[in-house]
């Protein structure tokens, strides 16, 4: 049986990529693997039958690779966060008055002087 040797292309201030995967999305391959797994482990201790359980644990995996792989190439290394990111920021910002962005003058302020 002979060793396989995985070559991870970077260059100088470039992601890691392996096998078309960017960045964070190996991680998140890795992680996804690893709930697959536990997936597996809960259902074969709960004796449910293997036939279901084999099949249910391989759609789920086909699932996730597809759907990192999909996100990978759509996204690239920093546009899922800069997605979610945008998603967060409001539309508009209402104000019942102006009183946040008037400027005391320090005249008013001479009353917190002790």
């Known amino acids: 049986m002979s ?3 995985y070559e991870i ?7 890691i990529e392996f096998k078309g995967l960017k960045a964070q999305y ?5 992680g996804g693997m690893v709930l697959v797994f536990l997936f597996y482990v809960i259902l074969y201790t709960a004796k449910v039958n293997t036939f279901l359980t084999l099949s249910l644990t391989g759609i789920l995996g086909a699932v996730l690779f597809t759907t ?3 996100l990978s190439s759509t996204y690239g290394e920093h546009g899922l966060t800069k997605a979610l990111a ?8 209402k104000a019942k008055n102006r009183l946040p962005f008037v400027k005391k003058a320090p005249s008013d302020l001479s009353h917190l002087k002790a």
Do not use: D, E, F, M
Not at 86 to 93: E, L, M, S, T
């Open 26 to 30: 190996i991680w998140y391959l890795g």
């Open 86 to 93: 945008r998603g967060r920021i409001p539309k508009i910002i």
């Open 3 to 5: 060793n396989s040797i």
């Open 68 to 70: 990192v792989y999909h």
């Open 9 to 15: 292309n970077k260059g100088i201030n470039r992601p």
